[in-house]
C-alpha cells in the first residue's frame, strides 16, 4: 500500500479517537477497514503525540536487519514436557512464565550451551502451535446502551419487491421505503413511499423528516450511494453528508457488511417485511403508501415491541411523552461541514497531466509527480488542500466550491441539491460504463 494511502488511514483514526474515545478497538478497525493490531499500534502513537503533529502520521522501518533466531528442538522438547509433567510437586498447569522459570533451571541444557527463550511470549506460541494452550470461549454479548430519546436517529431503504418491475422502466427497486427509527426509543419516525430516490431526493425526504421531529445529535445509516456516493468517492463528504455537518449533527457511517451497525432500522425492516408487505403484497405504489401509513400507526401504538426500552409495549405507550428538539435553523453556513474532516488526509494518485480529482473537482499539483501519490490534507482554518509529498508540504491549494457566506435554509438546501444531482449522474455514467464493459 503507498504511503499517502497509510497516512490517510492514520489520520482518519486520529479523527476518530478525537470525536469517538470511548469506542473499542474493533470499531476503530472496522471503520477504517484495517486490523485491530493495526488499531492498537497506531492508536498508542497518535495518543502520545501532539494532535497536531504531522510527522507522527509517517511510517518508520522497524523491519529486523535479520532473521530472528528459531528455538532450538531439544528446548521446546523440554518446554513442552514441562508443561505436561509439572516438575518439583507443581499440582498445577505451568503457564509461560512459570515454565520460563523452571527452564532456566535446567542445567543440562546449559550445559550443552543450548540458547534458551527469554520471553513468556515465545513460550507462548511454542505452546499454542502444539495444542498445549485451549482457545477461550466467545464473550456473551453485552445488550447495546440506549441513548437518550429523539437523540439518535437510524435511516435505511427497504425495497418493497412485491411490486413488479415496469416493462418500460425500472426492472430493480421501482417503489423503496426511506424509514428513519429513533434508537433510544424504537419509534418509527417516518416513513416516506418513493418510486425515485436519489442522491437528490433524499434531501427533501429528510428535510420532511427533521420539520416534524427536530435535529437529533446523530444520525447513522449506511454506505447506500445515495448517501455516501459512488466508490470512487466515499473517503470525501457527500452533500448528503454535508447537509447533516452543517445542521450541527453528527454523523456516523456504518462499515462495510456489518448491517448489525444499524440494528434497529434493520430490525424494524424485518418486522415491515414480515407482518406488512408479505401480508398485503402491495403490487403499486398507491397500494405501498397505503398499507405502511397502516402499519406505522400500528407500529408506534399498537404493536407490542419487545426491545428493552419498551418492555413488550408499543413504543408511543413506552414513551408518551417526548422532549422538543431545536427546529431547523433560518440561515445556515454552507462551508461549516470543513471543520467535521479537519486534519483529515485524502490519497490521491497524480494523474499524466499532473493533477488530482477531489469531490469531482480537479486539482493541479505538477506534472514531474504524474503517476505518484500524495495525500491531501483539509486545513479548516484556511479553507485549504495541504499538498504532502514524501513527509514535505509541497502545495497549498484553496478548496474549491465552498460558498464563504451564510444561506438561508432553502438556498442551502437547494445548493445541495444541485451538487447531489451532479453528483448522483456521475454515479450513474460509471455504472453504465462498468455494466457495458462487463457485457
Known sequence: MEEAELVANRSWLRALLRDHPDWPNHEYAAQIGRSVGWVKKWKKRLLEAAPTDEAVLWSQSRARKHPPPSTHPAAVERILDIRDHPPENLHRTPGPRAILYYLHRASDLHAQGIPLPRSTRTIWCILTQHDRILHAAPRERVPMERPDPLLFWQLDFKDV?????????????????????????????????????????????????????????????????????????????????????????????????RPDRNAFVERYHRSYDSECLKVHRPSETSQVKEVTEAYHLHYNTERPNQAITCGNRPPRMAFPTLPTLPALPAQVDPDSWLLAVHGRHYARKVKREGSVDLDGKRYYIKTALAGQHVSLEVDAATCELVVWHQQQVIKRLRIKGLINQPLAFEDFLAQLCREARTDWQRYCRLQRRRHQAGA
Open 161 to 257: 419487491s412485491t411490486v413488479p418491475p415496469d416493462p418500460d422502466g425500472k426492472q430493480q427497486h421501482v417503489v423503496e421505503v426511506l424509514n428513519t427509527v429513533d434508537v433510544g426509543t424504537s419509534i418509527l419516525l417516518n416513513a416516506q413511499v418513493g418510486e425515485d430516490f436519489t442522491a437528490e431526493t433524499v434531501l427533501p425526504a429528510v428535510v420532511e423528516t427533521l420539520r416534524q421531529n427536530g435535529r437529533p445529535q446523530l444520525v447513522g445509516f449506511d454506505r447506500d450511494p445515495r448517501f455516501v456516493g459512488g466508490m470512487a468517492g466515499r473517503d470525501f463528504p457527500t452533500p448528503f453528508v454535508r447537509f447533516w455537518h452543517c445542521l450541527g449533527v453528527q454523523v456516523y457511517i456504518c462499515p462495510p457488511h
